[in-house]
């Protein structure tokens, strides 16, 4: 059994608190869930002490403007940046299904790749918006 050190790290693993029962999450499946649950409920102005430090995803798309690209960018690097903080390596692929401005719509495809423990685990989810809120997420078992 691995004994906790001062800094939460099991074998170097980087937890991710939650304010539940389950206390700090250290299994990458259940960390990946958390901290996309994580990015669609933060406000990016939500903090004064930490001003740019919180990541949202409304906060990304509005960064990442009307050009597929950019905001393909945008997500991507928000992402991983997000992610790298709490694995020991991180591969992230954004890509845009839909977008329609006129409805406030956007559906993009998120791919992420993580190692930690000399563990990978790929996770991949159809995301769906609306208005800049979430509408729907849905597994993708078998992306590529």
């Given amino acids: 059994m691995a004994t906790k050190d001062p800094n939460n790290l099991i074998d170097n693993v980087v937890p991710v608190p939650t304010l539940s029962t389950l206390n700090l999450i250290y299994d990458s499946a259940n960390k990946f869930d958390q901290l996309l649950a ?12 930490y001003p740019g430090h919180v990541t949202s995803i409304p906060q990304l798309i509005e960064k990442g403007g009307s050009r597929r690209d950019t905001l393909e960018q945008s997500l991507r690097q928000g992402f991983y940046d997000y992610f790298n903080r709490y694995y020991q390596d991180v591969s992230v692929t954004v ?10 719509r956007l559906d993009f495809d998120l791919n992420v790749t993580v190692s930690e423990r000399q563990e990978q685990a790929d996770f991949g989810r159809l995301i769906r918006t ?15």
Avoid: C, P, W
């Fill in 38 to 49: 994580h990015m669609f409920v933060a406000d990016a102005n939500q903090t004064y002490l």
């Fill in 95 to 104: 890509t845009i299904r839909e977008i329609d401005f006129s409805s406030s």
């Fill in 130 to 144: 609306a208005h800049k809120q979430l509408v729907e997420i849905i597994k993708i078992n078998n992306y590529g």
